[in-house]
Every structure is written in C-alpha cells, then in structure tokens.
C-alpha cells in the first residue's frame, strides 16, 4: 500500500545500533526468541476473514506486504490493475488474479525529502486503489485467494527461518490497520528491555547510518559524541568508513560493523576513511561512551544563557522510579548557579515516554493554580471517564528564568505536551520546526493466558490546556526555523503523524496564535540584532556540526531578554474547561491516577 517503501527507509534513517547507543536485542531478535507458529494467526488471516469488511481486507493485505519484507527481494502485494497501469513495476513475479505480487522498483529520489514525498504519493493511489478492490470484492463475485498467496509465501526461502518474527510482524499489521498506528503487541522479554537502562558501550562515539559508495554500502558518520575518541581524533560528519583494522567493510552489515568497532576499553582501533576525494587512515582507542538523557552547558557570546536538553521521557531507575523530572531540574539547577539569565530547553528530536514526567517536566516551569491543567485527556474505552491531569500543587515554581523552547518535526506525544502547556501559558517561546502530531496515550497489559506478549494499546487522546488538539494538527512554533538558513523543499520534510493512513484524524479547535504582536517583536528582534546565519556559517567545519535553529534559540533568548517579552510576573492565560471533562478539578495529580484506574503509572504517550 506504499508503507513499505517508507518502513524501510525510515529504519535506515533512524537506526542507532551504533557504538552510541546499541547493546539491546531487537525487536525481530525478540520475537525469534518467542519460537510462535504462523497458524496461530488462522482465525483472522483466510479468505472469509479477509473479506468479510474494508478494514479486514486492508488488514490482510498489510500482512501479506510485512511478511514480503523478509523476502531478500524487494516485493510488495498490489492490485493487478495498478500494476498494470503503472510501468514501473513490470511483469508480476506471481499472479493471484485481481492480485499480484512484484519487485518494486528501485526509488528516483536522490534525497530523503524527495523519498518522503515520493512515498506519500504512492501510498495515497495505492489506498485508493485497495478500497477500489474491495468494493468489487464486496459487491461482486469477485473473491481474492489469500489463502493462496499465504501458502506462496510459506514457500519462500525465508519463511521457515523468520516464521516467529513474521507471526509478529503481521499480528502488529492488522493492529495497526484495525486499531491505530500505536497499538501493537510486544514479547515480554523485549519490553522489559524497554525500561531497562542502556548497557555499558564501549566503542568510538559515532552515530551511523547507511549510504552507498561504487555500488556498495558503507557507513557514513551523521554525529560525533562530544570529547568521545572519534570526536578527539578528528572524525567528521559526512565521513564515509571503508574499512576497520585494515578490513574492507563495503556491504557489512551495519550490526557486525557494530561488533567490530565496540570492544574493550583501551584496545586501539584503525579506521580507514574516505573525506573529500581523499582516503585518510585514523587510530584511536576505544573508550567508555556516555549517553546521556539529560545534558547541560553555558550558551551564547557572554556564556549568560543556559541549555538544557531532554532525549527521552523514559529514562527509569529500578528504586528510584522515574528520572527524566530530577535531571532536568539538576540541569536547570547547575545552569542557573552559573550565572544563567535566561533558558534554552531543547526536545528535538525527542519521541516522549512517560505521561507523568510531562506533567512533572511541565510544572518545573509553570506557576499554575491547583486544577489548572498540564494536559486534558481524554478516554478512547467505553465506559472510563475523561480525565484532566492538573499541576501537582503544592510544588512551587521551580525555575522564573525567560525560556525558549526548541521542538523539530520528530518532537513527538510527552514532548508535545511539554510544548503546548508552556505555550498555552505563554511560559515559553518555541523556535523551531512544528512538532510530529501524536496525541494519543497508550498503556501496557498482561495479553493471553502464556505470559509471553503484552499488549500497548491506544486508550485516550490528549489536548493542550486551551483545548486544541496535536494530533495530526501538530504544536505549532511561534518562530519557525528549519536546521539550515535558507531551507529547501527537502530541509523542510520530514515524517510525521500525518504520514501514517491509519492515524486518527484531528478535532477541535484550531490553534490560532494568541499574542501576534509579541511574537512580531521578537522576530524583528531576531532579524536586527541575531547572529544565527553568521554563526552557522563560521561552525560548518566543526567535527561536532552547525547547529542553525540552536543558533537561532539563542538569538531569541537574547531578545526576549533585552526586549522584555517576559517576565517572572507576567500573568498567564486561564482557559475554561471543557464540557467533557468529568473529574474533580482540585485534584492533586498523584491522587487522580490513584483513583482512576483507566490511568496508570504505566501510561506513556510515544
């Protein structure tokens, strides 16, 4: 349905199993481990089943094209009649009538917004060309042999090997297509692994991601930890890696690329590398590579602003509980004793967690009254009460310094509801991208009698203090800034919500801006006294990059100071509630989840 093409790529921009951040199973490995049969999907997967409603129908053919991923081959299940419409696809690899599987072909797009877009296209006329089929199927005598293509594809090579991972795959196909995008079935053991802390690395310090050089695949360095031993030995982004200890690594895989680079402390390491028509070879010593949640340091020309920045909501320590909450404070604690005069909070980039560390996050900055809300959410499951979940009083404001927030298209769910409450109440600027559009919640449960999977399912949505809604709709910035000074079509795309068929649709009010003239000033501001292009342009050399909107958040924080746009004893916004909500407004936040127990310390929102 034009998924597949998008799935496959957006592993390949978002895997992390490097030096950096690798040392847990993957979510295939733990479905392997589980040993499940493909028939156990026999109730939901034939031809009755598959026919029986659209949504079914577009289910099973979800499950056909994830289980064709495990072919070596790059195929997918399409309509006969868009295939033949569509030259690009050739002869079909095997025919099933109104059906066909083929190779799809190889993508024109040169670059990851060119994909984006290309893939969206693709996924809305082949949408539409399944719905089309079905309506055949349900209104003639039409039928598609499901059964048929599944016994092909149990006779692929691939099949008996991956059969426990495919049972997966295609178990989360139809939750995504009959439930929502964020409902899915997980093996217990890998969501243990989920809130487990990150293992000790030791390795190099480099993000990779997967590129190709003279017809082979080679690891590229997208970014270098700071002070890590590539960052000290003089590795750069854009670095292309040939080989390792003197091994050609072309077409390795990128986990056994992994394998070679990690080891023990101190062991040194020779890295062949291609930079600018020139192959270079480096040596360096393997070292113990931090990865930090949270991080800290002094910004700006004076060194007067402070920066904090938040990966995840989901750091938990086994008696301490929860994290993300205490390091922030710590962080927001160590910038002000040095003199901070105003705060950068960066969430680029950060996915979400835990509901309740978005509260908790959320009323370090903001002064609210006790049932003034954080968030509102709202139930999905029959018969549960919609709840709100207000500030957590009697903790006190923790911070008064003028902030900015910097939020990207991949600031998703707990971080948009960090976003919209400092925004609603007009506690903080946002500089940036608009945000993903998750405003969903979902919570973990116990699935079947063995113990062996648990279930995330989608329970409510979530809205903004004022009422307005992210999902799909996004937080939008008050200052938009992309990550280069004059973006292109393609700086400007990326994945989002919206890019999922089967999200919920947005609903309520639109956001419109609520102080115009503010928000004027501080881009005048920005544009008469900023330095952000001028700064961008002298770092595009740095070994640890250009960090354009960074630059840009400093120029704001600079403004909103010298200009005034806040301060400590600016009124905020208060917002009337709204009609659904059915709880107590007083409520201290713990003691709602105590007594709802649609709402648990379990919920997260990514």
């Known amino acids: 349905m034009g998924i597949r093409g998008i799935a496959a790529f957006a592993v390949v921009l978002s895997f992390v199993s490097s030096p950096v951040f690798g040392g847990k199973k993957s979510l295939d490995q733990s ?41 070596q081959e790059a195929l997918a299940l399409l309509p006969e009649s868009y295939r033949a419409s569509h030259s690009d696809y050739g002869p079909a690899v095997e025919n099933f009538g109104a059906v066909s599987i083929v190779k799809v072909p190889k993508s024109k797009a040169k670059t990851t917004g060119e994909f984006i877009r290309e893939n969206r296209r693709i996924t809305a006329e082949t949408q539409q060309a399944w719905k089309d089929l079905y309506l055949e199927v349900s209104t003639t005598d039409l039928d598609i042999d499901f059964e048929a293509i599944k016994t092909w594809l149990k006779g692929r090579s691939f099949f008996a090997e991956k059969e426990s991972q495919i049972f997966g ?22 969501y243990k692994e989920m809130n487990e802390p990150e293992p000790e690395i030791v390795g190099i310090g480099v993000l990779l991601q997967v590129t190709e050089k003279d017809g082979k695949k080679y690891p590229v360095v997208m970014k270098l930890v700071e002070d890590g031993p590539a960052h000290k030995a003089g590795l750069l982004p854009k670095d292309l890696l040939l080989s390792v200890d003197g091994k050609d690594i072309g077409g390795t895989e990128l986990e056994q690329i992994t394998s070679a680079i990690t080891g023990k402390a101190g062991t040194e390491l020779e890295l062949g590398v291609f930079r600018k ?19 800290s340091k002094m910004v700006g ?16 320590d086994e008696e301490k509980g929860p994290l993300p909450c205490l390091h922030v404070k710590d962080a927001i604690s160590d910038v002000e004793s040095k003199g901070a005069k105003s705060l950068i909070f960066d969430l680029r980039g950060n996915g979400g967690g835990l509901l309740i560390e978005a509260v908790c996050i959320s009323n370090l900055f903001l002064d609210l009254e006790p049932g003034e809300p954080v968030v509102l959410t709202k139930s999905m499951v029959p018969d549960k009460k919609s709840s709100m979940l207000p500030s957590s009083k ?35 600027f ?60 393609d700086d400007k795309t990326t994945m989002r919500e919206a890019d999922y068929y089967t999200a919920f649709p947005p609903v309520g009010p639109q956001w419109v801006q609520p102080r115009p003239e503010t928000i004027s000033k501080l881009e005048e501001c920005m544009k008469r006294t900023g330095t952000a292009e001028a700064d961008y342009q002298s770092h595009l050399e740095d070994a ?5 909107q960074l630059y840009s958040a400093i120029d704001a924080a600079n403004c909103v100071v010298s200009e005034k746009l806040w301060t400590a004893d600016a009124k905020h916004p208060h917002f009337e509630l709204p009609e659904w909500l059915q709880i107590e407004k007083a409520k201290d936040f713990f003691e709602l989840i105590k007594e709802n127990l649609n709402f648990r310390f379990e919920m997260r929102t990514y």
Request: hydrophobic share 35%; charged share 25%.
């Open 31 to 71: 479905w392997k481990d589980l040993g499940l049969k493909f028939d156990r999907l026999q109730k939901s997967f034939n031809n009755t089943a598959c026919q029986s409603e659209e949504k079914k129908f577009l289910a099973c053919v979800r499950g056909v094209d994830v289980t064709l991923d495990y072919d």
């Open 430 to 489: 946002l500089v940036g991208e608009d945000s993903y559009g998750k405003g969903t919640v979902q919570d973990f449960q116990p699935l079947g009698t063995k113990g062996e999977l648990i279930l995330k399912q989608t329970i409510a949505r979530f809205y903004m203090p004022s009422g307005r809604t992210n999902q799909i709709a996004t937080v939008k910035v008050d200052v938009t800034r992309y990550s280069v000074p004059n973006p292109t079509e």
């Open 301 to 316: 020309k004076h060194g007067d602003i402070g920066y904090v920045r938040l990966d995840n909501f989901m750091e938990i």
């Open 277 to 295: 028509g020139a192959n270079l070879t480096f040596k360096l010593n393997r070292a113990k590579v931090e990865n930090r949640n949270v991080s």
């Open 394 to 428: 009697p903790a006190p404001i923790f911070t008064k310094l003028p902030m900015v927030l910097l939020i990207n298209g991949q600031s998703a769910s707990a971080s948009e509801i960090v976003a919209g409450a400092l925004q609603d109440y007009q506690r903080a």
């Open 169 to 190: 795959a295609v178990t989360n196909a139809f939750y995504e297509i009959l439930k929502d995008p964020h409902t899915a079935v997980i093996p217990v053991p890998h």
């Open 544 to 548: 640890l990059g250009a960090d354009y």
